[in-house]
């Protein structure tokens, strides 16, 4: 293709993807106790579980510029003329930040960096739409302005067990108001303007996951929608989920459901569950 689509590790796209739509996935990096390794590469959903479990201290940061440039670097020598790297909010992570020193040092003519304001499949949604569009034979233009329509067209939801992962990460902003009872309560967040922001407070999970359904049914109105459903360590949960979000949206063209890897969830914490919901985008 000549616009090669770059993403980060975030988009947690689901398997196979990645590599099915030709799109070069960055890494974000995990530290548990301060020794750092590759998200989705060298650590998983499972090592993450058993460093909550063992009460290890558990961190994140961003790719490298350096790691960037040499993505950036051998998409360009195997053939593109172009590249699009499409990356998570950057009101959550130097990752937007690290991609753009990378793409001035390549060439700022070269890569179009893009900042979806959103995280997960509200993310993906937007990579997968662009490297369609790249097949199509688009320009880098448009191919980063499918990135841009379609992820200010998604919705993204989540319920987690408590705030606490997302208090200590420094990840939660005016969300922080909830913290007074945030142990008594399941909290209902949304991305809005590229941040994590509260929504609502329920007593248990169970009516977190109803509200989850609610707001997705709100959020898709009369538009033909696309739905992901993500979780950490909850699998039953996310079917369910699943299974209640195509009885409700009969406009959808399905729903893929992803667990979530180790950066998420070491902000998110064990028992999220979220929900994308991305209405399509008109044609010209």
Same mark, same amino acid.
């Given at each position: 293709?000549?616009?090669?689509?770059?993403?980060?590790?975030?988009?947690?796209?689901?398997?196979?993807?990645?590599?099915?739509?030709g799109i070069r996935v960055v890494p974000l990096h995990v530290?548990?106790?301060?020794?750092?390794?590759?998200?989705?590469?060298?650590?998983?959903?499972?090592?993450?579980?058993?460093?909550?479990?063992?009460?290890?201290?558990?961190?994140?940061?961003?790719?490298?510029?350096?790691?960037?440039?040499?993505?950036?670097?051998?998409?360009?020598?195997?053939?593109?003329?172009?590249?699009?790297?499409?990356?998570?909010?950057?009101?959550?992570?130097?990752?937007?930040?690290?991609?753009? =020193?990378? $793409?001035? *040092?390549?060439?700022?003519? @070269?890569? +179009?960096?893009?900042?979806?304001?959103?995280? #997960?499949?509200? /993310? !993906?949604?937007?990579?997968?739409?662009?490297?369609?569009?790249?097949?199509?034979?688009?320009?880098a233009e448009e191919v980063e302005r499918a990135a841009?329509?379609?992820?200010?067209?998604?919705?993204? =939801?989540? $319920?987690? *067990?408590?705030?606490?992962? @997302?208090? +200590?990460?420094?990840?939660?902003?005016?969300? #922080?108001?909830? /913290? !007074?009872?945030?142990?008594?309560?399941?909290?209902?967040?949304?991305?809005?303007?590229?941040?994590?922001?509260?929504?609502?407070?329920?007593?248990?999970?169970?009516?977190?996951?109803?509200?989850?359904?609610?707001?997705?049914?709100?959020?898709?109105?009369?538009?033909?929608?696309?739905?992901?459903?993500?979780?950490?360590?909850?699998?039953?949960?996310?079917?369910?989920?699943?299974?209640?979000?195509?009885?409700?949206?009969?406009?959808?063209?399905?729903?893929?459901?992803?667990?979530?890897?180790?950066?998420?969830?070491?902000?998110?914490?064990?028992?999220?569950?979220?929900?994308?919901?991305?209405?399509?985008?008109?044609?010209?």
């Amino acid at each position: 293709m000549p616009v090669a689509v770059v993403t980060d590790s975030t988009a947690h796209l689901p398997e196979g993807f990645a590599e099915r739509h030709g799109i070069r996935v960055v890494p974000l990096h995990v530290l548990v106790d301060g020794v750092a390794s590759l998200d989705g590469v060298e650590v998983g959903q499972a090592a993450l579980a058993q460093a909550f479990g063992e009460r290890r201290i558990v961190t994140t940061s961003r790719p490298t510029p350096a790691e960037f440039a040499a993505v950036f670097r051998k998409a360009l020598a195997d053939g593109a003329d172009a590249i699009v790297s499409v990356h998570l909010s950057k009101k959550l992570s130097g990752t937007w930040e690290a991609a753009v =020193l990378a $793409a001035q *040092e390549v060439g700022p003519d @070269l890569v +179009r960096v893009v900042d979806s304001r959103s995280i #997960a499949m509200g /993310l !993906g949604f937007a990579v997968l739409r662009a490297a369609e569009a790249a097949r199509r034979g688009a320009s880098a233009e448009e191919v980063e302005r499918a990135a841009t329509e379609t992820a200010a067209r998604s919705e993204t =939801l989540f $319920a987690v *067990e408590t705030l606490e992962h @997302l208090r +200590r990460g420094g990840r939660i902003g005016p969300a #922080a108001a909830l /913290l !007074g009872t945030a142990l008594a309560v399941k909290p209902v967040l949304h991305m809005a303007d590229g941040e994590i922001r509260p929504l609502e407070k329920v007593r248990t999970m169970q009516r977190a996951v109803n509200r989850l359904v609610d707001l997705a049914v709100e959020a898709a109105g009369d538009d033909e929608v696309a739905l992901a459903v993500h979780h950490l360590a909850s699998p039953e949960r996310a079917s369910d989920l699943a299974t209640r979000l195509d009885e409700r949206l009969h406009r959808s063209s399905g729903c893929v459901v992803s667990e979530l890897g180790a950066v998420v969830g070491a902000h998110a914490g064990p028992g999220v569950l979220g929900v994308v919901v991305q209405r399509s985008v008109p044609v010209a």
